[in-house]
């Protein structure tokens, strides 16, 4: 047995408009697995786990220079709430794709995996 990949779900009122993003502003690649269900390759990944008290998960992107992608990703029209947060491990912000789906984007200051 192997484990040959993740598949990532969001959900959101307004697949179109997410779709899209991804398609034109972040520029993934894709594939149509009929009747205009996109599937997007994503970027290297890799996971970590942390202490809770209860089970989650969540969807977080990395970028190389958190500023610059930003100001790119805003001239393409995402939306970004709050400014940025500096922690111990890196420097975050949140956009907001279509439906108001809220997803952190991050410049990692701690060694990583990719």
Known sequence: MAIVG???LVYTPEVEAVRDLLKDAFGWSHVDSGGGWLIFALPPSELGV???ESP???LTLMCD???ATVEEL???GVEF???TAVQDWGVTTTMVLPG???VTL???RHTTAI
């Open 74 to 76: 805003r001239a393409k």
């Open 56 to 58: 989650a998960h969540e």
């Open 106 to 108: 991050y410049e990692a």
């Open 100 to 102: 108001n789906l809220e």
């Open 81 to 83: 709430r709050g400014g």
């Open 6 to 8: 993740a598949h990532v």
């Open 65 to 67: 220079d958190l500023e």
């Open 50 to 52: 942390h202490p809770a």
